[in-house]
């Protein structure tokens, strides 16, 4: 059971938009920033946005975060079969002095 | 650009030690806390361990407090991770992490 929830799965049509939800508490979103990473099929993570809502240089402005309360959310848009991939949203938390991970979603690209 | 290069893993039987090994650069690795992240087979991301700047302060999951050690070598731009007690439950891909970058990952398998 991981500490932040995402959901399992999400998809959507080529072209379109997604979110993915991760939701946690006061002692880890609602106390600092949340990192969103994408895991392409069979290679290491990569940080898609950083403090919320900072993109890495050479990640395209389709992708998006933003975070509210004890709640963030991954945003992407004009969806690609190359966007097929796990995306784990990451914080840390105070009361248990660890990195925490959600469980995890699988966008699919219908 | 950040690279970080992992290796050390392998098959070890339950009991064990293996110790990894991150070699980092592009960045200024004193000034950098470091992170050992896992992930076994079909799972999700797990932190490990993390590890200050100056190596001065540690943290570990439950899952592996007292069992690894996280240190660095910060003359050779080197983080470490000593793992010993090893369980089949270890078993993971172990990757280094800093501000966001990762490295490729080395497989430990822990089986008989």
């Known amino acids: 059971q991981s500490v932040l929830t995402q959901p399992p799965s999400v998809s959507a049509a080529p072209g379109q938009k997604v979110t993915v939800s991760c939701s946690g508490s006061?002692?880890?979103?609602?106390?600092?920033?949340v990192s969103w990473y994408q895991q392409l099929p069979g290679t290491a993570p990569k940080v898609l946005i950083y403090?919320?809502?900072k993109r890495p240089s050479g990640i395209p402005d389709r992708f998006s975060g933003s975070k509210s309360g004890t709640s963030a959310t991954l945003g992407i848009t004009g969806l690609q079969t190359g966007d097929e991939a796990d995306y784990y949203c990451?914080?840390?938390?105070?009361?248990?002095?660890?990195?925490?991970f959600g469980g995890g979603t699988k966008l699919t690209v219908l | 650009e950040v690279q970080l290069l992992e290796s050390g893993g392998g098959l070890v039987q339950p009991g064990g030690s293996l110790r990894l090994s991150c070699a980092a650069s592009?960045?200024?690795?004193?000034?950098?806390?470091m992170s050992w992240v896992r992930q076994a087979p079909g799972k999700g991301l797990e932190w490990v361990s993390a590890?200050?700047?100056?190596?001065?302060?540690?943290d570990y999951a439950d899952s592996v407090k007292g069992r690894f050690t996280i240190s660095r070598d910060n003359s050779k731009n080197t983080l470490f991770l000593q793992m010993n007690s090893l369980r089949p439950e270890d078993t993971a891909v172990y990757y280094c992490?800093?501000?966001?970058?990762w490295g490729q990952g080395t497989l430990v398998t822990v089986s008989s």
């Open positions: 403090e919320n809502n």
């Open positions: 990451g914080t840390w938390d105070n009361s248990l002095s660890a990195l925490v």
């Open positions: 992490e800093v501000s966001g970058g």
């Open positions: 590890i200050s700047g100056s190596g001065d302060s540690t």
């Open positions: 592009g960045f200024t690795f004193s000034t950098y806390g």
């Open positions: 006061s002692s880890n979103i609602g106390s600092n920033f």
